[in-house]
């Protein structure tokens, strides 16, 4: 089975910042697509951040000027660089692969990794 595992989430004070890591792993042949995602508790799941097969970048209003995210095809990894941190980035930040193939000729499924909190705060 794939996995997405993420890790660098951590207690930081507002202004500061952290990197995200989501590590792809398993029976892959193809991803060409990842994305965050953040849930804070009783709140709806927003989207954060993507990265396209071509490279293509595209950040949420909220967080546009203050986060970016890149990727390592060859480690099949992905991150989320978050800086200026404010205590409303405060949440479980998930990583997303929606279209990962396992085989060449196999179907396309969606992969969610467990998530890593990140907690901004004095």
């Known amino acids: 089975q794939v996995q997405l595992v993420e890790s660098g989430g951590g207690l930081v004070q507002p202004g500061g910042s952290l990197r995200l890591s989501c590590a792809a792993s398993?029976?892959?042949?193809?991803?060409?697509?990842m994305a965050w995602y953040r849930q804070a508790p009783g709140n709806q799941r927003e989207w954060v951040a993507q990265i396209d097969s071509d490279g293509s970048t595209y950040l949420a209003d909220s967080v546009g000027g203050r986060f970016s995210i890149s990727r390592d095809s060859v480690k099949n990894t992905i991150y989320l660089q978050m800086n200026n941190l404010k205590p409303e980035d405060t949440a479980v930040y998930s990583c997303?692969?929606?279209?990962?193939?396992?085989?060449?000729?196999?179907?396309?499924?969606?992969?969610w990794g467990q998530g890593t909190q990140v907690t901004v705060s004095s």
């Open positions: 398993g029976s892959i042949f193809s991803i060409n697509v």
């Open positions: 997303n692969a929606p279209k990962v193939r396992a085989t060449r000729w196999g179907p396309e499924s969606d992969f």
